[in-house]
């Protein structure tokens, strides 16, 4: 028998028990990808992360990131949560605080803003526009009301790794109320074979509050996801949501609803094609064993 030691950390936030949970597998190049899928769907959290030599050039290590039922070609709260696992097991050469990590969307700049804890930030991959969705459908299915759907906003499927769309409503409360499961993401997908992430939104003081639903991916409920940042700032910033400072520097709340509060935090340069990035905390919880 083999023994693979991990970590399972909270992500997103100051405090153990909220944000998102990731585990992370510091050492797994001896995993075979279908042993590392066989692991996710055992450990049943939103994704597990196993860190492994890097294949491209100026990379510090290369990332499998598995949902339950896939693997995903990036995904914000476990390149955030890997980001400190190798920070905090000393797996960085002494003094760094940028580098860069091996994802299948390409390599991935980190930055490490000291602090106690650190912030931790990933510049996402660039944000790519695709289909608008008719409103009263998005609305129907999330189990709401066409009035739900915030005025003069038309969701969209926006991506920076992953396809996402994007949902504007008018409450807070709306979005507590939102309710979706695999019959509303076959309204959404219609026949397009790909999953996709439904993310649901309304503008607050701090910048959003939000919730994110992927069935498809295994996932009922998300208590934190960074991928979906880039296109939620491309979104309220073509929409119009974003006004003073919030141009350029804001806060999303995600996971209160399930009780996983979770703080990200999104800033980008004032020109509009400046990098997006996503930053947040990092609290350790569990080191562990597995036995194969």
């Known amino acids: 028998m083999a023994t693979h030691r991990y970590l399972v950390v909270d992500v997103f936030a ?3 028990l909220e944000g998102n949970p990731a585990a992370v597998f510091p050492a797994s190049a001896d995993l075979a990808p279908g042993e590392m899928q066989a692991i996710a769907c055992e450990l049943n959290l939103s994704e597990t ?3 492994c030599p890097p294949t491209r050039a100026g990379c510090v290590a290369r990332l499998r990131i598995f949902t339950p039922q ?3 070609r990036f995904a914000g709260h476990p390149t955030v949560g890997a980001s400190f696992v190798l920070w905090r097991q000393g797996m960085l050469p002494a003094g760094t605080d940028r580098f860069a990590l091996d994802e299948p969307v390409g390599a991935v ?4 803003e000291p602090g106690d804890p650190p912030l931790i930030w990933l510049e996402t991959p660039p944000v790519t526009a695709g289909r608008l969705y008719d409103p009263a459908l998005c609305a129907r299915a999330l189990g709401l009301d066409a009035s739900d759907v915030l005025d003069a906003t038309t969701p969209q499927m926006l991506s920076a790794g992953n396809p996402i769309v994007v949902i504007a ?6 979005v507590d109320r939102a309710q979706f499961d695999l019959s509303g993401d076959v309204l959404l ?6 999953p996709v992430c439904t993310y649901v939104f309304a503008p607050s003081a701090d910048g959003a509050y939000g919730r994110m639903f992927a069935p498809s991916h295994g ?3 998300d208590p934190a996801t960074g991928s979906a940042m880039g296109p939620l700032a491309v979104f309220m910033a073509q929409h119009g949501l974003l006004e003073g400072t919030k141009r350029t520097r804001f806060i999303c709340e995600q996971g209160t609803r399930m009780g996983r509060r979770s703080l990200l935090h999104i800033r980008r340069g004032a020109a509009p094609d400046a990098p997006i990035e996503v930053g947040g905390c990092v609290t350790p919880v569990i080191e562990a064993t597995l036995t194969l």
Do not use: Q, V, W
């Open 14 to 16: 100051h405090t153990p």
């Open 189 to 194: 997908r219609g026949s397009d074979s790909e």
């Open 109 to 112: 700049p980190i930055l490490i």
């Open 70 to 72: 896939r693997e995903m």
């Open 169 to 174: 409503l008018r409450s807070r409360d709306a």
């Open 219 to 221: 996932i009922a409920e």
């Open 49 to 51: 992360t196993f860190i």
